[in-house]
């Protein structure tokens, strides 16, 4: 019956993501050099020539007031989950922890532990697996209870890939037809369709099925809008020799199409599952000055987000843990 309250495994969920910089100062720097080049600099750490690569990308947040909308975003999501769960029987609380910015892991972790929990069930925000994502976030998940010691909830994550489950590739395929009605249908059907995943190293998609599970969310999408041909292209990759980066990059996939007398793209963003600053100035800006550079007309698709399907699919990876139907 819906609402009824039923026996689980675990006493929460924890929603893992990679983060973004929001309002407030972190007090590293006597001098703040601002929220976005903090942000970035966790990411980038001190490895050699970082320090260019980390004021180019702390420019990109310029464009939005030096913030992202992703810790917005991933909380509205979270919060959807945990209402979709009490509707399925589940009341359990859900949180958010990001890998490089606050609220880090281990204060999510240390936050749960006073608050009585005690097993929580992990899913990686990221529809593609590789090393900078799960394996990332299970390492630092792992590396926030160590640092806590006793005082810290058990975790398992959920295992359960979904880079082609229905609830995903239904919910990116709405996103793409919400562009329908101000396209017009004969644009709609006409244009050249791109879906865009964030580029790794070559050496790290040889080792994990990144690059194979992107393209197969690609090719489940295009099937669900019964689309005949698309192509695919990596976004936000720095500037290092070719090759070195999966390619090929998106911006070079619409001038190609171009070339090919396309008239209109429309790109969709499936390695993202909610609007950020690498959607909103890689795709948004410069791949909207590539098409427009073309003569194209440019279309975004929306990242799933908060699309009821997408939250039924992981209330259903969850509900399936929760009941010890999944290991």
Known sequence: MEGAIVETRYDSV?????????????????????????????????????????REVAEHYKHFGGVSPFSFFSQKQAGALEMELERAGFGVPVYVGY???????KEVLAEMYRRGLRRTLAIALAPHRAKVSFEAYRSEVEAGREALGREAPRVDFAETPWFAHPGYIEATADRIRALSPAMGESRFRDAHLIFSAHSIPVSMAKVSPYEEQFTGTAQKAAEALERGSHDIGYQSSPDVPPGSWLEPDVLDVIR??????AKDIIVAPVGFI??????????????????????????????????????????????????????
């Open 14 to 54: 924890l929603l893992v993501g990679f983060g973004g910089p929001t309002r407030g100062c972190c007090r590293r720097y006597q001098d703040c050099p601002g929220e976005a080049f903090c942000f970035v600099k966790n990411v980038v750490g001190d490895r050699s020539g970082g320090e260019d690569r980390i």
């Open 256 to 261: 190609d199409a171009s070339a090919r007398g």
């Open 274 to 327: 909610c609007d950020h600053v690498e959607v909103l100035f890689d795709l948004d800006v410069e791949a909207k000055e590539a098409a427009d550079a073309c003569g194209m007309g440019f279309f975004r698709a929306g990242t799933v987000g908060s699309h009821p399907k997408f939250i039924s699919m992981l209330c259903d990876i969850v509900s399936d843990h929760m009941a010890g139907e999944s290991a």
């Open 99 to 105: 890998h490089f910015w606050t609220p880090f892991l």
